[in-house]
């Protein structure tokens, strides 16, 4: 099997792995932050557990980028810096900026996750510099510009929503609050809105099968999620907005 082959396989295989993990996060959610319980063996400190599972995401990344064919060349770079926009924030700087008590998450969960972004991170990385063909005019290609724009929107609905979760803790508050303003009007989970609709935009700039395989992935791991979490909200706050949606707005 060529490389191309396997790239094509990896692909296809994180959507299965995708479409799987829809179909069992229907009946268990899965047990980290608010949703934290026993019973899923040994556990990391939360700040630990997410440095090692998405630390494949920036460095093994930037390794397999680094040896492409590509990977000096200028809409290579362009995807590089959105990719790593993302994911240096995501490994480096969001755990470290949550606010309440340190949660401890399951070791199956974070080995699971890591093995995820080592896939993840080499179909992605071996996309863009060396598998892909992006030449300059990629930069100007309607593709690129409505994908860049799509993942722009999504990074700050992102960023702005968690901004508004820390916002609701003070310093030394373990406790959970309703969020109000904005899109949280609408849904209980704009954060996961906004990351969805990054790789949504990635898949596009890429226009690949490794960056649909991530954003369906996305999808299939977030919406759940936000399921679980909107049911919590309205078990927990009796006063809880019956409007709002559970990810997308007016819709679902």
Known sequence: MNELDLHRWVAWAVIGCGVAS??????????????????????????????????????????????????????????????????????FIYPFRTRGKERPMPLLVALLAFVFQVANAWLNARQVSHLGSYG??????????????????????????????????KPGDTGYSIPRGGLYEYVSAPNYLGEILEWVGWAIATWSLAGLSFAIFTFTNLAPRAATNHRWYQETFADYPKERRRLIPFLW
């Open 136 to 169: 300059a005019a990629w930069l100007s290609d309607p593709r690129f510009l409505i994908g860049v724009g799509v993942f722009a929107l999504g990074f700050g609905i992102n960023q702005w929503a968690d901004a508004v979760l820390r916002a609701l803790r």
């Open 22 to 91: 829809f179909l069992l996060l229907q009946f268990i959610s899965a047990p980290y932050g608010r949703h934290e319980r026993s019973g899923w063996g040994p556990t990391l400190p939360s700040r630990v557990a997410w440095l090692l599972m998405e630390a494949p995401a920036v460095l093994l990344w930037l390794a397999v980028y680094a040896s492409g064919d590509h990977a000096l060349e200028a809409a290579p770079l362009a995807l590089l810096g959105l990719w790593q926009l993302h994911y240096v924030n995501r490994t």
